[in-house]
């Protein structure tokens, strides 16, 4: 599992999170799939507008599919038991890092959302970890989510590879005092 000290995350999930979910798994499971659903069309949507660089459509490829495919395995664990996954909603969490993404150039553009996106998966990679340790799950379901865990961790470690290391250190200073004050949303 990956250390959760090496994330960039500025604030812990509350605790008061895996209490939710633990109250709650059938209306977790629900928003995870939009979760996953999501990252898969954010995923097509910097592929869409950054074709020109071959790196970041190998790179959204593969991360949309793997989205996807993690869209469908909590979608079937959602049906199973007898669950409907209904539109996404709006997360405050990841609209409030979206505010930070400079839009001075289509390069500084992608970069910055490539950081918002590293950071949004190590959230989850951070949330999927306490699920793991703290959640009372089933063993199909802990083998499940330390699946999607490492997933998610690598997830983090492509996206947040792919900016250059100077534009990732600025996105990261800038968004510090954000993120220690900013609540973790649902996913």
Known sequence: ?????????KAATPPAWIEAVKRDFNGFL?????????????????????????????????????????????FRLASDRGLQVGPDEKDHYVNALLKFVRTDTPEIRLLDRLVVSALIEARSAERFRILIEDGDLSPDLQTFYSALHRSE??????????????SLVKMWQRLSPVLQRLKPGSC
Not at 154 to 163: D, F, I, T
């Open 30 to 74: 629900v928003d995870h799939a939009c979760c996953e659903r999501k990252a898969a069309s954010s995923a097509l949507s910097l592929l869409a507008r950054y074709s020109k660089y071959p790196v970041i459509v190998e790179t959204m490829t593969t991360l949309a599919r793997e989205e996807l495919e993690h869209f469908a395995q909590v």
């Open 153 to 166: 961790a690598g997830h983090y470690r492509v996206l947040s590879a792919s900016p250059s290391a100077y």
């Open 1 to 9: 599992m990956i250390d959760l000290e090496r994330l960039p995350l």
